[in-house]
């Protein structure tokens, strides 16, 4: 569009109106002009661009007919009082008349496309997927608990190793006695005597071994001979534990970062909606003053815009709290931003695409910690039960040696210190509560036995179907991916020619918010799909038992 030269108000005027980004007029009609006065040209070209209107608009009123007249008076006086010329190129203009731009309808600020990019936080710290696995890994409480707990049972089972080896007492006692006492012929006896010991061993008095033996060995024999095996399936099925919770701490970091990507790739989309509504209310708002449009359009585009800024506001929440779950399962500072490295969500394949559900399975049941631990809790079951079939037949051993200093005398005397030595050797069988006892702890141990197996069989099922759900989910998540694509270009597709529509004046801006609607929908359809698609595949992983290193 061409008109005269103008300055001031009207150099403002004449600027091209823009829906979302692209050009923009109103509905208009053609209009061969010759010479006339600038004031009249700038009325003219006022009505005929609604985007004009806000020249004349500042905050806390509205534009009457008489801010018009006056501006293009103004405008006209600075330029000589008529226009440069004749118009030589076709114009348009509005069939409305001018009253109607003193509608009180409030306008959105305009958009400020050369604003600059919210200040980034102080506190962010970049991270890419591996290095927030390997940081999992490596200080997760929920994994250095479970390492614990292996170190746990080594010792025990280092404990149950050692039940041959005696151990070692040292000490000393000192006995005195005074009155009547029976000697060991059964006499009774008035004496006054005392008695001291020390060295390997204690509490000697009399004629008896010391009842503290220097070196004892007091184990029952059965014991000995299963615990150690009990011992050693427990340990092995804490090591598969350890890795069961290394493979549930590496599964959550995995989807708290993929959560993380997820939001901001959100929050990306939430902010483009927003300012594509924001540019739709005010062209509407524009087209509501001029009388081309509707008032309501203009309050739905308004109402919509205010609905998609809270949105932003809540995907800024969903980033945060991503960060700080994430930053959780780290263990680090949940003040810290959390900032992945990766500039976008994209769908992520780990498990070969030509290996069959059977297969899967097959490998899940080879490598899945929890299957082995199932196995060791099995064996460890098998060994309690063979110890409390042959308790009755193995003997518990009683071995006492001890060696030192014993002295004493009548009276308060302590002579004739001289060395000591003395060595016992019991084995008794025992047969408990004539022999219910025993039936009783057998049956108890066989059914642990069957509880573990059938715990073994639930993780088995289990298993499998976390690798068939899985496996499910990535087929069909993949053809959500390729629909999301294939819906996005279609949404951008009628976006744009829906713009192309306003502009040739074939509609109203209110019909490009279905446009608006339609694309946010497939952009955030296709962010999800991919984010499902990948959680699928860690799933996927942790049902293999992360056979991928």
Not at 36 to 46: G, M, T
Request: charged share 20%; net charge negative.
């Amino acid at each position: 569009m061409s008109i005269g030269r103008h300055t001031s108000a009207c150099g403002l005027i004449f600027a091209a109106v823009t829906l979302m980004g692209s050009g923009c007029a109103a509905p208009r009609t053609k209009l061969a002009g010759g010479g006339r006065s600038a004031a009249a040209d700038c009325q003219q070209n006022v009505a005929a661009n609604p985007s004009a209107v806000r020249s004349f608009h500042s905050p806390g009123r509205h534009v009457t007919e008489r801010d018009v007249e006056q501006a293009c008076a103004e405008s006209a006086a600075n330029s000589g009082g008529a226009s440069s010329g004749p118009m030589d190129q076709t114009v348009t203009v509005s069939d409305v008349e001018p009253a109607l731009l003193a509608q009180p309808l409030e306008l959105l600020p305009p958009v400020d496309d050369s604003a600059p990019p919210a200040p980034r936080p102080a506190n962010v710290q970049t991270i890419d997927f591996a290095s927030a696995l390997a940081t999992a890994g490596g200080q997760n409480p929920q994994v250095a608990f479970a390492r614990q707990r292996v170190s746990e049972a080594l010792a025990e089972l280092q404990a149950a190793e050692v039940l041959w080896v005696p151990s070692l007492r040292g000490g000393m006692n000192y006995n005195k006695h005074e009155g009547t006492i029976q000697d060991v012929a059964g006499r009774m006896i008035d004496t006054s005597r005392g008695s001291l010991y020390a060295g390997l061993g204690a509490q000697a008095v009399g004629a008896g071994s010391p009842a503290v033996p220097g070196m004892a060995m007091n184990f029952h024999l059965k014991d000995a001979i299963f615990a150690p095996r009990i011992a050693g399936q427990l340990s092995a099925a804490s090591r598969q534990a350890s890795q069961a919770a290394m493979n549930d701490v590496l599964l959550e970091t995995a989807l708290a970062y993929n959560d993380l990507l997820e939001a901001l790739e959100l929050e990306a989309v939430a902010a483009e909606t927003r300012d594509h509504t924001r540019r739709l209310a005010e062209i509407t708002g524009d087209y509501a003053r001029t009388g081309q449009g509707l008032p309501s359009d203009a309050d739905r585009a308004h109402a919509e815009f205010s609905v998609r800024a809270m949105e932003v506001q809540r995907a800024a929440e969903n980033v945060q709290v991503a960060s700080v779950r994430l930053s959780r399962l780290l263990s680090q500072d949940p003040t810290v931003v959390l900032a992945p490295a990766e500039s976008s969500i994209v769908p992520i394949d780990l498990a070969p695409a030509e290996c069959s559900l059977q297969q899967l399975v097959a490998t899940a049941l080879s490598n899945r910690p929890e299957l082995a631990e199932s196995r060791f809790l099995v064996g460890a079951a098998v060994a309690r039960l063979r110890r409390e079939e042959n308790a009755p037949l193995i003997p518990s051993v009683l071995l006492g040696l001890s060696y030192g200093g014993n002295g004493g005398g009548l009276g308060g005397n302590i002579d004739r210190f001289d060395d000591r030595l003395d060595f016992d050797g019991v084995a008794y069988w025992e047969l408990r509560n004539f022999g219910l006892g025993e039936q009783a702890a057998r049956d108890a141990a066989r059914a642990r036995l069957e509880q573990a197996r059938w715990r073994q069989v639930q993780v088995m099922d289990k298993v499998a179907a976390d690798v068939a759900e899985a496996h499910a989910q990535i087929a069909s998540r993949r053809q959500q991916i390729e629909q999301g694509e294939s819906a996005i270009a279609a949404a951008r597709q009628s976006y744009r020619r829906n713009s192309e529509r306003i502009q040739e004046a074939l509609g109203l801006p209110i019909e490009a918010l279905q446009a608006i609607e339609a694309l946010d929908n497939a952009q955030r359809q296709y962010i999800r799909s991919v984010a499902d698609y990948n959680r699928s595949q860690f799933l996927l992983q942790r049902a293999l038992g992360w056979p991928v290193q």
